[in-house]
């Protein structure tokens, strides 16, 4: 059994982690509310420049241009090339948030190889990284920093490189894969296709409507063009926001339960304790007991 300095040691050392998981959890459910703001914000400008690329698509419709014409919407049948875009986290301690990312790509990799295939991964994210480096799997591009301090401007540069691959020919299929935020105490992996663009994802069908939108008949193309555009750079940074607020709820679920565990485990190691000591105590008065026994 070991003895009550070793015990109040181990009890000492338990209630320091609890007060340093503790002190995480409230951080991170700071950083969290901070992040649903930013994540509703950026929804609102997603939805308003969806609703603007649906009114440019619908007055090509009507003025019966082709919208595969347009490179960002031409989808190859049987793609030989798909570029996987993936987000974790740059840190641990967020419990299975990483994993659960690193599993779905893994996945992905052995449906496409199945079908014959190539897969070109691009990772975000220091642990996505650290994993496949480690499994000894490339990568054709990462970068680290990103998915923890989201920036608009970075995220841009990544993601136009992985677009000008699409638009020359070298992929055929771009995914991005994360983990996203649902709320306070759910993730959920999003696989989102972000090349080629479906009509569909705009509203828009083979069946045109009318739009109110009045625009000069060679404007339709370049200013599709310029929106598709600003909506993969931006996809690609809401992508960030989101997973960075999904990875701030999974560790705050992940250091709240280790703070009950340190909690439990106190508590056992002072039941631990107290009957090291009585024992101590009663080996203590059974020898003085003894010694004036012996003396009489």
């Known amino acids: 059994m070991a003895s009550l300095k070793d015990i109040q040691r181990k009890i000492k050392s338990v209630k320091n982690t609890q007060k340093t998981t503790r002190a995480m959890k409230l951080v991170s459910s700071a950083k969290l509310r901070r992040t649903e703001e930013l994540a509703k914000k950026s929804k609102v400008y997603a939805n308003k420049l969806n609703e603007l690329i649906n009114e440019i698509a619908q007055k090509m419709c009507e003025s019966e241009s082709n919208l595969s014409d347009t490179p960002y919407f031409n989808t190859t049948e049987a793609p030989k090339v798909v570029d996987i875009v993936f987000i974790t986290a740059d840190k641990g301690l967020c419990g299975g948030f990483n994993s659960q990312t690193i599993k779905r790509v893994n996945k992905l990799m052995a449906k496409y190889k199945e079908e014959g295939i190539e897969v070109r991964l691009r990772a975000i994210g220091r642990k996505g990284i650290d994993y496949f480096r480690f499994n000894s799997i490339s990568m054709l591009n990462q970068i680290a920093g990103l998915s923890s301090s989201p920036d608009f401007e970075k995220s841009s540069e990544f993601i136009q490189e992985v677009a000008s691959d699409f638009i020359e020919g070298r992929t055929n299929r771009v995914v991005v894969v994360n983990n996203g935020y649902v709320n306070m105490i759910t993730q959920a992996i999003r696989e989102n296709q972000l090349l080629p663009i479906d009509p569909i994802k705009f509203g828009v069908t083979e069946t045109c409507s009318s739009s109110d939108l009045e625009l000069e008949p060679d404007d339709n193309d370049a200013l599709l063009e310029v929106l598709i555009k600003r909506y993969i750079e931006f996809s690609i940074y809401y ?34 304790y107290n009957k090291a000591r009585q024992e101590a105590i009663t080996t203590e008065l059974i020898e003085i007991i003894s010694g004036m026994e012996s003396m009489k």
């Open 239 to 272: 992508a960030l926001i989101d997973s960075l607020a999904a990875e701030h709820s999974a560790r705050m679920q992940a250091m709240d339960s280790a703070t009950n565990n340190a909690k439990d485990m106190v508590h056992q190691l002072s039941i631990s």
